[in-house]
């Protein structure tokens, strides 16, 4: 049986490369947020952090709150 292959923790790497999804995790405020405030601030991991932490709520996406 094949494991699955660990994702890697900085897509592109390399000095320059894009930040990865822990660093951008750590810079966003709990709160909500508009899908356009939110994709500036998320980047190309918008999609992967709106799908593990969004809650959809009065069209906009609340990230780290209850209910």
């Known amino acids: 049986m094949q494991q699955p292959q660990p994702t890697p923790s900085n897509v592109g790497g390399g000095a320059g490369g894009s930040k990865s999804l822990k660093e ?3 810079k966003i405020e709990p709160g909500c947020y508009s899908e356009d405030e939110l994709r ?4 190309e991991y918008y999609e992967t952090i709106v799908n593990l ?14 209910g």
């Open 40 to 43: 500036k601030i998320a980047g």
């Open 24 to 26: 951008v995790v750590e």
């Open 53 to 66: 932490f969004g809650i959809v709520r009065d069209n906009r996406i609340c990230l780290g709150v209850e």
